[in-house]
């Protein structure tokens, strides 16, 4: 129900949403007169960098984190037989302990788990439950082995809340279908790759699979440790773009938001200023750090307490641009 009304046609969300989407490149210059609207943006969203590197991310911590379930699950009907001589009945009734547990952590536990540690580090925590408890299973008596089927439940439900949330949190309006689609194949091929591996390790010893499942669930944590300055780089482009085409830098509650470039543009925008100079023979990689400084001093900064303060002063930065320009333009025709 939540989700229905945040993105009815006529709900106010989507509303909002589509009025920034449509008005986004129907806004002025920042210090102009009101004439001059800004150009259109021949590269919008967050590019293919972001986008690679949030199925890369989030991709292969999927299927880790599908594998090692898949093993666990496809697998402890087996070990329950062959261990504990349990009877179907008996087995199915281990399974749903765990789906209990899986269903009283996804409302209680993985909320709070997230709000304390975030997506990344809750991912981290659930992989490492179900390597606990997948290893759990195969040790002690078969309370124990029930109790580790249950703390891998619940490795599992913390990982796959933090997993979709963390997903979607790397994604904009206009990338999110394909990040969510790509992760969801990489989910898929881990609830493939599970049984198969699972399975084939079965036949040499029905404990393996939990092995497996373990080093699995360990492999994902260590990749989304590994990968957490890539998410944090891409958190940080996604936030630095929302204003990105918009009449103003300044957000409603959240005040000034600074624009920040994809490495598509940065790297376009350095492209074009190094062949500017050297074209125009500035000797701009002897005399680096001078011309460094020389942009410092000629960009300085703007307020942004308010969108008039902004404004003038950028105005006043143009201004002494057109000056500096015109009054070159004098010196070279004198010689």
């Not at 037989?81 to 302990?97: H, I």
């Not at 195969?138 to 997993?163: E, K, N, Q, R, W």
């Not at 023979?281 to 960009?299: K, P």
Request: some cysteine; proline content about 4%; charged content about 15%.
């Amino acid at each position: 129900v939540p989700i229905t009304w945040a993105y009815l046609p006529e709900s106010k969300e989507w509303l909002l949403m589509n009025s920034r989407e449509t008005s986004k490149h129907q806004v002025f210059s920042p210090g102009g007169s009101g004439s001059t609207p800004v150009p259109k943006l021949s590269n919008p969203g967050v590019g293919r960098w972001a986008t690679r590197m949030a199925v890369a991310v989030y991709g292969l911590t999927s299927f880790f984190g599908m594998l090692a379930q898949m093993s666990v699950v496809s697998m402890f009907v087996l070990f329950a037989s062959e261990q504990y001589g349990l009877d179907p009945l008996r087995a199915g009734f281990a399974m749903t302990l765990g789906a209990v547990a899986s269903i009283g952590t996804n409302v209680w536990v993985s909320p709070c788990v997230q709000r304390r540690f975030g997506d990344v580090w809750s991912s981290i925590l659930g992989c490492l439950f179900m390597s606990i408890g997948s290893v759990t299973i195969v040790h002690g008596t078969l309370s124990m082995s029930i109790a580790g089927l249950m703390i891998t439940y619940l490795g599992m439900a913390i990982s796959g809340s933090s997993l979709a949330s963390g997903t979607a949190n790397l994604t904009d309006t206009l990338n999110r279908s394909t990040v969510m689609m790509s992760v969801r194949m990489f989910k898929a091929a881990g609830a493939v790759a599970g049984p198969v591996l699972a399975g084939t390790v079965a036949g040499i010893d029905h404990r393996l699979p939990f092995v497996a499942a373990a080093s699995s669930a360990l492999l994902g944590a260590l990749w989304q440790l590994l990968t957490k300055p890539i998410y944090s780089r891409i958190r940080e482009l996604i936030q630095g773009r929302r204003t990105v085409g918009l009449r103003t830098g300044l957000l409603d509650t959240e005040g000034w938001q600074d624009e920040y470039g994809t490495p598509q543009e940065v790297r376009a925008l350095g492209e074009f200023v190094a062949t500017l100079l050297t074209t125009r023979h500035y000797r701009w990689v002897t005399y680096n750090r001078q011309l460094q400084n020389c942009l410092s001093d000629f960009f300085p900064l703007l307020p942004v307490e308010s969108e008039e303060a902004h404004r003038e002063a950028y105005n006043k930065v143009r201004e002494h641009a057109r000056y500096c320009a015109s009054h070159s333009l004098l010196v070279l025709e004198k010689h």
